[in-house]
């Protein structure tokens, strides 16, 4: 039982500790999916209710509404991410969430205000929650609710690779693997909405007919197997398509090499995830006689690198995007928080074309 007046220590957001004032009546408790090991999401995420606290001056009381599960949240759970929360945690990135109220001291924000997550780690799998502000950042409320909760990882991660290492000129090829994931996606979109040509690459699967025409129906001139890639009839295909000046890889190992040996002279290859976990083999014949470059890129270092202004500037440039159409969140498939563990495994299965998204 709680004592008057007593305060306790509990789980915070954002690497937070939350502090409890409690009062003769219970406090408020709210759904969270937590995990106090790294290890196999299933196995270490756990459902818990956490204690709410009261709302300080610069905090905002947010209801969550929608949030993903993104390779980044599994990666971080694994604990083989380049950022690591402080154990016990609350699992997700990403996602969207509605302002219930707001400290004396908040100005930015008011209730009714959609909010994203201005940073990584904030924690979003849960119902509610009591953040700082600066933790957060107002997004227009007038996109679909999907594209608000899978707006600020995928789509900005898609839309500084294709503008920050190659200066593109409408009708330039992009060459991609992983085409069928978050990034590859919005890669397809935003390409076509600059005018630029995408190759993009995908594993063989039952499904191929089906996986190729929803790409192009987002936008996809060309999609082509890991398979085909590596057949020497690409000689032919690159007599009708201009050889791309930038490839956007999230694979690794022999994926990686075969965009590589299809790189314009001078072109970069930006890696910005490693899905097969194995190294990137780069010829030295494709660096010396090709000066080929190769590239990293990670969201969370952007960040780090930019002031949140350029934030708020691209993410209402993606929102521009979406208004027109021309911007769709990936496909989704909407799950309790009760459903957590089948969820998990679900996001963790080979060739799934539907992110699963917890709604609140």
């Not at 905002?60 to 390779?71: F, G, Q, S, Y």
């Not at 996109?143 to 290492?165: E, H, K």
């Amino acid at each position: 039982m709680w004592a008057c007046g007593a305060r306790r220590g509990l789980l915070g957001a954002g690497g937070r500790r939350w502090s409890a004032a409690a009062s003769c009546s219970a406090p408020s408790r709210v759904r969270a999916l937590v995990y106090g090991d790294h290890g196999h999401p299933a196995h270490v995420v756990q459902l818990k209710n956490l204690e709410l606290t009261a709302v300080g001056g610069s905090d905002v009381h947010v209801k969550m509404l929608a949030a993903p599960i993104n390779p980044s949240d599994i990666n971080m759970i694994q604990g083989n991410y380049g950022l690591l929360p402080k154990l016990p945690a609350v699992g997700g990135n990403e996602g969207v969430g509605q302002v219930v109220a707001v400290g004396s001291s908040v100005t930015g924000l008011k209730p009714g205000d959609w909010v994203i997550p201005a940073d990584a780690g904030l924690g979003t799998w849960r119902a509610e929650a009591v953040f700082s502000e600066e933790a957060l950042m107002a997004v227009p409320s007038d996109i679909p609710l999907q594209s608000a909760a899978t707006l600020g990882v995928n789509p900005c991660t898609a839309y500084r690779m294709l503008m920050d290492f190659e200066q593109l000129r409408p009708g330039d090829s992009v060459i991609q693997n992983a085409s069928n994931s978050g990034v590859g996606q919005a890669v397809i979109q935003i390409a076509a909405a600059l005018g630029l040509r995408t190759i993009n690459v995908v594993r063989d699967r039952p499904d191929l007919q089906k996986l190729t025409d929803r790409l192009k129906n987002l936008g996809a001139e060309h999609v082509i197997t890991e398979e085909e890639l590596r057949k020497p009839e690409m000689k032919n295909f690159f007599k009708d398509v201009p050889q791309p000046r930038l490839a956007l890889n999230c694979v690794g190992g022999k994926s990686s090499t075969e965009l590589l040996r299809h790189l314009a002279p001078g072109g970069t290859m930006v890696t910005y995830g490693g899905m097969a976990k194995q190294p990137i083999t780069a010829p030295v014949s494709l660096l010396i006689f090709k000066d080929l470059k190769l590239r990293g890129f990670w969201m969370s270092q952007w960040k780090k690198d930019h002031s949140l202004d350029q934030f708020k500037e691209l993410i209402f440039t993606l929102c521009d995007l979406i208004r027109r159409g021309q911007l769709m969140a990936p496909a989704c498939s909407e799950v309790h928080l009760q459903d957590y563990q089948h969820a998990l495994e679900t996001s963790m299965q080979p060739f799934m074309s539907s992110k699963q998204i917890f709604t609140m």
